[in-house]
């Protein structure tokens, strides 16, 4: 299971769900209130009494809040609860030249080159030079350049980016 620590410099309140992601949410005194949920692909969870919550790209947080007022009809000053208990969303995928390519768990700070690392360095057939991230954002793709020559010299640190949930390296 994926420890679930933030770092003082990541706090918990910027993390938004995302699918397969794991809640528990719990309502204080009442067990039948009380949920293990996976976020589905479309992020709309289902709970009792107040029907779909939809928790796309929500803090906990933010989550814990919402159930609160939906539940307030209901139960009056209802104590809610809401844990992560596993992130399964924060994945990046590498392909083309790396000598492990796949889909790799990451933490809110990973950086290219650690997920490089972890698909085991590129193969002597790699573009060093031409490598780059696909990032999705909606419906637009961006398109970010990486040398990875320059960064095995020391220099164009600042490329070496903290990656976001569904980037991917792409190594020719």
């Known amino acids: 299971m994926l420890l679930l620590a933030f770092s003082s410099s990541i706090q918990a309140e910027s993390y938004h769900v995302g699918p397969g992601d794991v809640l528990e949410i719990s309502v204080w005194r009442d067990e039948a209130l009380s949920r293990e949920l996976i976020v ?39 104590s809610v609860a809401v844990i992560l208990k596993k992130i399964n969303s924060l994945k990046v ?38 490598i780059h991230i696909l990032r999705y954002q909606g419906d637009k793709t961006q398109k970010i350049g990486f040398d990875y020559k320059e960064m095995l010299k020391g220099n164009n640190l600042e490329q070496d980016i903290v990656l976001q949930r569904g980037d991917v390296i792409v190594v020719p």
Do not use: C, H, W
Not at 100 to 126: C, D, H, S, W, Y
């Open 40 to 78: 589905p692909p479309d992020g709309i969870l289902s709970f009792p009494l107040i029907g779909d919550v939809n928790v796309a790209s929500m803090s906990v947080p933010e989550i814990r809040e919402v159930i609160k007022k939906k539940l307030a009809e209901y139960i009056p000053d209802a």
């Open 93 to 130: 995928y590498v392909i083309g030249q790396v000598k492990n390519p796949g889909e790799f768990p990451i933490t809110l700070e990973a950086r290219v080159m650690q997920v490089l690392a972890q698909a085991k360095g590129l193969t002597p057939f790699a573009a060093e030079r031409d």
